[in-house]
């Protein structure tokens, strides 16, 4: 992909690459415009950069990852599960971008920074809401009630699964609505057997469901089928799963019309106050670290949530004096993230003849069943479980007494079928929970870092403490043995589903953004991450992500051509 | 032609059927051939020669190659200078001096020198102390990023002798037959004969 020398006028200037900066850059370059996109990172290539099939034998740590050097430059994004030995490379240097918290108050920002963004190593999991999501803060009367409802996004979601092409199994569930599907993945042994567990005792109260996934189940769009070699978060040089190397940036580079700039570090938009829109950015060059400035008629926000947010609060003006298009003092509040980390774990008994063949990337799915049709009384919302039923392999050998020939034949065969659910809970948009420029300090960079202040509260706190039980009652229900409760404590940011700080509304005085992720006192500025959601559902949140990007293009687009932009 | 011009001709057909899997397992292996290295930056000449007799009892050529074969000991040596903290390399570097002196006031010389059955009843004694002694935190599974050694001496050397087996090209290729890319999935399918694509 072509880099740019010199500034020049664009038509429309993507600030990140990933997920939904991906997704503007194909709509915006599609519908005639000449766009920019401006990433923080380094480029990919495929087939230099993607790991997926490098064994574990040719690891120099074999899997156990650099301790030494992860401890010293990547503390926090090694909590993550994703940054293994070959994955840590698409994960950020904590020490280049600092941020802070409050003491006991951990929240682990993890982050990406090259071309794609976290959709390289995203966990593909692709739910719809529904309007028991939309409707929840109006209902309850907390935080801001959404502009918009399922209606509105339905068109979206659709637009964006018959590009992105996701797997599953349609269920006709009210708090889940399909989505289009491709063919399921197949669920193995002991999952089946929990499954048909659960609806003898449950019904259609709580449905256990093949995961959602971006994953190509057959060839879609020109991409090829999944060839079930498993870690997709270390690429996948078939294309197979959706990231925006692997499908809309190649679409926007058709066109012709993309630019795509990395080692682009933006460090705040310029705003005209006699225009009263924003004219450009200023980017400090990633490598030459020189400040240049990009202009364009539009601007979109998709730089992640916590990184729009920061952009914006370091763009304040006299006018804006805490931050652009702020006016109604919301910006950078009401930062949530699921919790997860509570589950339990159990073995089924059986199939011990019997393998699952393939490395499935992709899990089972219990869709939200609290507060759906009843009503309860210790917490508001729900969550929902992913999981899987796995066989373990020589691992558990650690674990185990034993040693010689005996013991190396029994490790050869896979051990008893072990079910595990963990569960995401909702987090309820909560003012206390929020983001701040921290004036101390400075990115590798120069550029002003957050702070941020974030908890669990009590309601997230009574979902935790229901989801371990019930995950164990469902594994109890399924005829499960040695069933283990566990919940990690699981910091917020660790589900890196954070959302919020920039939300959606209909009243300008209580949102910063429209229903159409459009700022209310920035007409030419679209923010179309996670900052703009004004609630958090249970769900994985990346699908609707896409769908209010391309939603939010297809109206910017309108809007320039009657002249309104 | 390599590994990635391999990967990158799937992605552009259907070509898994052609593409035979020896000829993957054999371009690893010329890649691996290049790599090998052998300089023992930590352990002693004696205290190598224990970590290798003590890794091949624990697993032994049977119809497949051993620990020694996989050279479990090169890579605890690698282990021990680059990853382990010096708490954690001082307890592994004792745990080899306990084995000495055990074997030693039962047999009257050290590990290393014994024949395989005594050394076979010296790792009884280790195993049979660390199933003793195993608590809740050793049993439960450490997460990736929690990776630590701060474990007894048999714990450590149960966990690398099982990691550096199982994770090299002999463990992966000749015991586990792993198939970095299977394919297809099937739910649920009977463990032997094994299915083909």
Redesign the interface.
Same mark, same amino acid.
């Given at each position: 992909m072509r880099t740019v020398k010199k500034p020049e006028t664009y038509d429309a200037i993507i600030i990140g690459s990933g997920m939904t900066g991906g997704w503007a850059a194909k709509e915006l370059t599609e519908k005639g415009l000449k766009v920019l996109v401006l990433e923080a990172g380094r480029p990919i290539e495929p087939?230099r950069d993607y790991v997926e099939?490098v064994? @574990?034998?040719?690891?120099?740590?074999?899997?156990?990852?650099?301790?030494?050097e992860?401890l010293k430059d990547q503390p926090i994004q090694?909590?993550?599960?994703a +940054?293994?030995e070959w994955a840590s490379k698409f994960f950020v240097n904590d020490k280049e971008n600092p941020y802070t918290t409050d003491p006991g108050k951990p929240f682990a920002w993890i982050r990406g920074r090259q071309v794609g963004g976290k959709s390289i190593m995203w966990g593909r999991q692709s739910y719809r809401w529904s309007d028991l999501d939309f409707e929840a803060n109006a209902r309850e009367g907390i935080g801001a009630d959404w502009p918009i409802r399922y209606a509105d996004i339905e068109p979206w979601y659709n637009y964006v699964e018959d590009f992105a092409g996701i797997t599953g199994q349609a269920e006709g569930l009210s708090q889940l609505p399909d989505s289009h599907f491709l063919p399921p993945?197949?669920?193995? +042994?002991a999952?089946?057997a929990v499954k048909e567990a659960m609806a003898r005792q449950f019904g259609r109260e709580r449905v256990m469901t093949i995961g959602r996934a971006a994953i190509l189940t057959q060839t879609h769009n020109g991409r090829?089928a999944?060839?079930? +070699?498993g870690p997709c978060h270390r690429g996948c @040089?078939?294309?197979s799963y959706f990231s925006s190397v692997n499908a809309t940036l190649p679409v926007a580079e058709k066109t012709g019309r993309l630019t795509l700039r990395p080692y682009s570090v933006v460090h705040s938009l310029i705003f005209d106050a006699q225009t009263r829109r924003v004219s450009g950015v200023r980017v400090i060059d990633g490598q030459s670290h020189k400040t240049l400035e990009f202009q364009g008629r539009v601007i979109f926000l998709c730089a992640s949530t916590l990184e729009s947010t920061r952009i914006l609060l370091n763009s304040a003006t006299p006018e804006f004096s805490s931050g652009l298009a702020n006016s109604s003092g919301e910006l950078g509040k009401n930062l949530m993230d699921h919790i997860m980390g509570g589950g339990a774990d159990g073995i089924i008994p059986g199939?011990l003849?019997?393998?699952?063949?393939?490395?499935?990337p992709n899990g089972i799915y219990v869709p939200r069943f609290r507060n759906v049709s009843s009503k309860e009384k210790n917490f508001l919302r729900g969550y929902a479980y992913q999981g899987a039923a796995e066989r373990e392999?020589?691992?558990r050998? @650690?674990?185990e007494?034993?040693?010689?020939?005996g013991?190396?034949?029994s490790?050869?065969?896979p051990g008893p079928w072990k079910m595990t659910f963990g569960g995401f809970g909702e987090c309820l948009p909560n003012p206390a929970n929020f983001v701040e420029i921290d004036k101390e300090r400075v990115d590798a960079w120069g550029v002003p870092v957050l702070k941020i202040h974030c908890e669990w509260r009590d309601n997230e706190k009574a979902l935790l403490r229901d989801m371990i039980i019930q995950a164990a009652e469902m594994l109890a229900t399924a005829g499960a043995v040695d069933i283990r409760p566990f919940n990690h404590n699981s910091p917020p940011g660790l589900t890196i589903h954070e959302m919020g700080t920039a939300r959606m509304g209909a009243d300008p005085k209580k949102s910063v953004l429209n229903a159409h992720n459009q700022a209310h006192d920035v007409k030419n500025l679209f923010l179309t991450d996670g900052a703009c959601m004004a609630s958090s559902s249970c769900v994985n949140p990346s699908l609707t992500y896409m769908a209010l990007t391309a939603r939010a293009c297809d109206y910017a687009v309108s809007q320039m051509k009657k002249g309104e932009l | 032609m390599d590994?990635?011009e391999v990967?990158?001709l799937?992605?552009a057909a259907?070509v898994?059927s052609v593409l035979s899997s020896d000829l993957f397992a054999a371009t690893?292996r010329a890649?691996?051939a290049a790599?090998e290295a052998g300089t023992l930056r930590t352990l002693s000449a004696a205290q190598n020669e224990i970590v290798a007799a003590m890794s091949d009892?624990?697993?032994?050529a049977?119809g497949t190659p051993?620990a020694k074969a996989a050279k479990v000991n090169e890579?605890i040596d690698?282990?021990l200078t680059?990853?382990a903290t010096e708490e954690e390399k001082k307890i592994f570097l004792e745990g080899l001096a306990e084995a000495d002196r055990k074997t030693n006031a039962l047999f009257g010389h050290g590990f290393a020198a014994a024949p395989a059955k005594e050394q $076979?009843a010296i790792?009884?004694v280790f195993?049979?102390e660390?199933?003793a002694s195993r608590n809740e935190k050793?049993?439960k599974?450490v997460?990736?990023?929690e990776?630590t050694l701060l474990f007894p001496f048999f714990a450590q050397m149960?966990?690398l002798t099982?990691?550096?087996y199982?994770?090299?090209?002999i463990?992966?290729e000749q015991?586990?037959k792993?198939e970095?890319?299977?394919?297809?999935?099937?739910?649920?399918?009977? $463990?032997?004969p094994e299915?083909k694509q």
């Open positions: 087939d099939h064994p @574990i034998s040719e690891m120099k740590f074999r899997g156990m990852a650099d301790r030494q992860t090694r909590t993550c599960y +940054c293994d993945m197949e669920m193995n +042994c999952e089946i090829a999944c060839h079930y +070699c @040089i078939t294309r199939f003849d019997r393998v699952q063949f393939g490395k499935r392999g020589w691992e050998g @650690i674990r007494s034993g040693f010689g020939a013991f190396k034949n490790l050869r065969k | 590994r990635r990967l990158r799937m992605g259907s898994f690893l890649q691996l790599n009892i624990m697993i032994p049977t051993g890579f690698l282990i680059e990853w $076979a790792v009884q195993d049979e660390l199933a050793l049993s599974q997460r990736a990023w990776q149960r966990r099982l990691v550096g199982y994770t090299s090209p463990g992966q015991e586990l792993v970095i890319i299977p394919g297809a999935l099937h739910g649920c399918v009977p $463990a032997e299915v």
